[in-house]
């Protein structure tokens, strides 16, 4: 049994369908990216996947039990972490305060230090700015701060919405090295990434979304080799 599964998902807003029947799985351990143009449904899965977005007609399953009927809370609670498109830090508190709301569904205050100490181990530059005011923070280091606070709950599997966008070179190396480092310690990824070449040389599988359908999926070294996919996402 795949530890995320998504049958048959079909998402509306309004009369609109913007997600017409997708179906597909991550493996426990793998780092699955979504490629695909703006508009093709990839936040939108994600968002529909842990909660956030009702869905009309479809099943996703998370370690075999229902997310459609469960309010985003618990989904946290029973694994799962989002790091948003944005990063939606909380630009008005502390590092240390966003990273510690990371854990609010955990009661275990030793456990949580544990977390926060691997964390800033993770993230140097987050133990050295964590009385800073997050909204003072760069681009780059607020991006590390919503990975670190999306660990702080301690998933099983952490969806991440972008990640690289509006970073520079050194930045986007340095988050894409630091997913490769959350999958060794056995955290499962779930990547929408508009930068496909980066996603597709970490990622294990990739499916590729056009219009709230998917086109194409496989694994990603193939798929790197693919020429459609060569003229459309890397500008080959």
Known sequence: MAMLEVKDLHVFYGVIEAIKGISFSVEAGEVIALIGANGAGKTTTLHTVTGLVPAKQGEIL??????????????????????????????????????????????????????????????????????????????????????????MSRPKIILMDEPSMGLSPLYVSQIFAIIEEIRKTGTTVLLVEQNAKKALEIADRAYVLETGNIALEGNAR????NDSVKRAYLGE
């Open 62 to 151: 998370f370690e075999g039990k229902d997310l459609l009927k469960t309010p985003p809370h618990k989904i946290v609670e029973m694994g799962m972490a989002h790091v948003p498109e944005g990063r939606r830090i909380f630009a008005e508190l502390s590092v240390l305060a966003n990273l510690k709301l990371g854990a609010y569904t955990r009661r275990d205050k030793r456990e949580i230090e544990e977390t926060l100490e691997m964390v800033y181990e993770r993230f140097p530059r987050l133990k050295e700015r964590r009385g800073q005011i997050a909204g003072t923070l760069s681009g780059g280091e607020q991006q590390m701060l919503a990975m670190g606070r999306a660990l």
């Open 222 to 225: 193939e798929l790197m080799e």
